[in-house]
């Protein structure tokens, strides 16, 4: 599974949110949202943009390009 997946259910999860709440954030469906963290569906970089700034941290960080999470 690529980092990106992961990652973005790792920050929901820690954030005790769920699904609905992020995909309303994005102003989506559950469903639609759901694709994203098994990588059925690509994270369109207009979505990676608004994850990034929703949890604070980088899109280095959402792609698994630095285990750094903060924002420089």
Do not use: H
């Amino acid at each position: 599974m690529k980092k990106i997946y992961r990652r973005i259910r790792d920050l929901r999860e820690d954030r005790d949110i769920n699904q609905t709440e992020v995909a309303k954030m994005l102003g989506m469906s559950q469903t639609g949202y759901s694709k994203y963290e098994t990588g059925e569906n690509d994270v369109p970089t207009e979505v990676l943009i608004k994850l990034a700034r929703f949890y604070e941290t980088s899109i280095d960080y959402l792609l698994g390009e630095t285990d750094n999470p903060k924002r420089y």
